[in-house]
Every structure is written in C-alpha cells, then in structure tokens.
C-alpha cells in the first residue's frame, strides 16, 4: 500500500501549508503498518531536505510540475499509477488522478474576506475548490471551522467525506533555556520585555487594529514586536505606527522563533480569520501567555488557556494588554494553561487520524 503524499507546497509561498506538510511528512512513517510505505511527491530538493529529517524509510516520485501550471493535470496521473492513494494538502492539484484522492482543505480566506481579492481570483478559488471536491474521495479539513466553511461553500458535501484532523506545534517550540533566549534576544536588539506578534501582515490579520491599541498603553509601556514576512500591498501597520513603540523584524529565521516567542510578556493575535491559527499554539507551548481573537478557528486552539477577545474591539484589546503588564499572576497562569493546552495536539495524532482516512479511502 503506497501512499503518495504530494509535498510540492513546502516552499516559502506556502509558509502555512508548507509546514503543515512538513510536520504530517515527518510523523507519518512512525504510524505505519509493515504493508504500507510513504511515497514523498515532489522536486528533487524538496525530497532531498525532507528525507534528512524522517527517521523511517521512505519512497520518492520526483515531479517539478508546480502547482499553479496546467501541466500538472497529465503529468502527475502518469507518476501515480502504482498508488493506493494520493494526498494533496491544496486545492489546486491534479483534478483527474485515477486513484484514491484525498484533499486537505485550510481556509476560505478569498470568500470570506472579498474585498481584498479580486473578482477573477474569488471565481478562480471557487472554481478550482469545486474541481478539487468532485475529484476528492475524502477531504481532511484542519478545524471545526474550516470544516463549516467548506460546507457552507458547498452545501452538496456530505459529511461523511470530510473528516476534521487538528494541526500541531512542532516539536521544537517549547519553554526556552535562558541562554537561548538572551543569545536570541541579543541578535535581534530586543529589549528585556515586548508584546509579539508572528505572522503576515495581510488584511484579515488586523495588525492595524494591534497597533493602535498598543499606541493606547502608557508611554513606559514594553514595545510591539512585529515578525513575519512583509506584503508592501497592505501597508497601514507601518504607516501608522511610532517607530519609538513598535519594532518591525521582517521575517524571522524559523530556528530562532521558539526564543523568540519565549522572550515575549505576550504573544497577541488579533486575526479575524484563521483556518487553524498555528501561531497562538506555538506560543503557548513555548509557555508564552496568549491573547488571541475569538473568531473563526481560534477558540478550538485556544481552548481557556487564552484570553479571548473580540477582534472588531479595540478598547477590550487595550485593556486584555494592560492586564497582562499588570498581574503577573495571570501571566503565569495563562504560560501553565497554555502548556497544557498544546500538549493536547501532537503530529502523532494528527499522523494517526489522517493514516485512518488513507486506510478508509485505499481499502
């Protein structure tokens, strides 16, 4: 029983679903049986790097078809044909693949937040999304949300052929020794306290919102640190901000952000929409105390570990700040929650769930 799963979306286009990949490669050989192998689907690089990082055995089918090119649709099919079953972790793959299909869906970003895509690429996702769905035995869908977004965009979608299977921190984010912390905190020119935030600076992540409530706190207020790839299409953050209050790192190199998530007073994530919302689960298992928004897939991950806030309220946002610079009580409790909370989620379980899907659609 091979298992092709397509890793052609571990680049830095796709940091999210890249990782998402990453972490499901790596836990998946654990998980099966002696009948069964995992095939890796991808470029040559792309399958040299993962390998290095699996300890079990495993196959390779080297494809440079991208996944944003037609020549996918016939390329592909042909490298499956000894396959029990394919796996892509995005909808735009091959629409006819001859074998058992399973599809991870993420978001609906581009239906939920219309204003900011246009109109051609909101019937492009449609469009695609639909081919992908009637030529998807089985469809994973990474929260609860996601799962009711999917069935709200196609109300045909029976149930039974979506199965919810939760992302997971990946191993290395975890509490910091000091010295990695001071060593991180030294390289960046970060102060002793700050506020983060960790993602991209897209609309629906609200950094303007952030921003302007930092600017609300007392002047002997700890900064807003700022990480993450920038998008020069979406520059209000910046504009707005002081540069005296709110540090702007560009993107982080990824083995310094357990430090850098450790080092924080706070880890705030104000996105109105998130498929799973990775981030607030990296930061809570690096005992770093959350403040996150209560939309959409956030409360699942959060649990009651997080304080919890309306994204659309900036005074509420204000004053979940001001608490944590006020009780230290609380910034403890909310670090021992957290820890909690992410070891509720393991890639070994998301390994196991998603190999039972494989094994249901397969057989």
């Known amino acids: 029983m091979d298992y092709v799963l397509d890793i052609r979306t571990i680049s830095p286009h796709f940091p999210g679903i890249g990782r998402y990949v990453r972490n499901l490669a790596r836990a998946l050989p654990d998980q099966l049986s002696p009948d069964e192998r995992l095939i890796l689907l991808g470029s040559e690089g792309q399958i040299a ?21 037609l020549r996918q649709q016939w ?21 006819r693949t001859g074998r058992p299909t ?3 869906f993420h978001d609906a970003i581009p239906l939920r937040f219309p204003a900011h895509v246009s109109p051609r690429a909101r019937l492009l996702f449609r469009l695609a999304l639909r081919l992908a769905i009637s030529s998807t035995d089985h469809i994973i869908t990474i929260s609860w949300s996601a799962h009711h977004d999917l069935r709200s965009t196609v109300p045909s979608l029976r149930s039974a052929n979506v199965t919810t299977v939760y992302e997971a921190a990946d ?45 609300r706190l007392p002047a002997s207020a700890p900064p807003l640190v700022i990480a993450g790839p920038w998008d020069a299409r979406y520059p209000e ?72 806030i309306d994204p ?15 009780d230290r009580a609380l910034r403890a409790q ?21 190999l039972a899907v494989y094994r249901r659609v397969a057989r």
């Not at 990695?180 to 390289?187: D, E, G, K, S, Y």
């Not at 005074?315 to 610079?325: D, G, K, P």
């Not at 909310?334 to 998603?354: D, I, K, M, N, P």
Request: glycine fraction near 4%; hydrophobic fraction near 50%; proline fraction near 8%.
């Open 49 to 69: 790097d993962l390998r290095s990082a699996i300890r079990q055995p495993t196959g390779a089918v080297v494809c440079d078809a991208s996944p944003f090119g």
């Open 75 to 95: 390329h592909i099919p042909r490298l499956l044909r000894c396959a029990a079953l394919y796996h892509s972790p995005y909808y735009l793959m091959p629409y």
């Open 102 to 104: 399973v599809m991870t």
């Open 171 to 215: 191993p290395r984010f975890a509490p910091q020794s000091t010295a990695a912390i001071a060593q991180m905190r030294a390289r960046y020119d970060l102060p002793a306290d700050f506020f983060l935030y960790v993602g991209s600076n897209k609309p629906h992540k609200n950094l303007p919102l952030l921003v302007q409530a930092h600017a």
């Open 237 to 308: 953050a910046r504009q707005i901000a002081d540069p005296a209050r709110v540090r702007f790192l560009g993107a982080v190199d990824d083995a310094d952000l357990p430090a850098l998530y450790a080092a924080a007073l706070a880890f705030v994530f104000l996105s109105r929409y998130e498929g799973f919302g990775l981030p607030v689960l990296e930061a809570m298992a690096c005992g770093t105390p959350v403040i996150c928004s209560n939309a959409a897939s956030l409360p699942e991950v959060a649990g009651d570990a997080a304080l919890l």
């Open 312 to 326: 659309t309220d900036e005074s509420v946002l204000v004053e979940a700040l001001q608490r944590i610079l006020d």
């Open 334 to 354: 909310l670090s021992a929650r957290g820890l909690e909370q992410a070891a509720r989620f393991s890639w070994a379980r998301a390994a196991a769930e998603t």
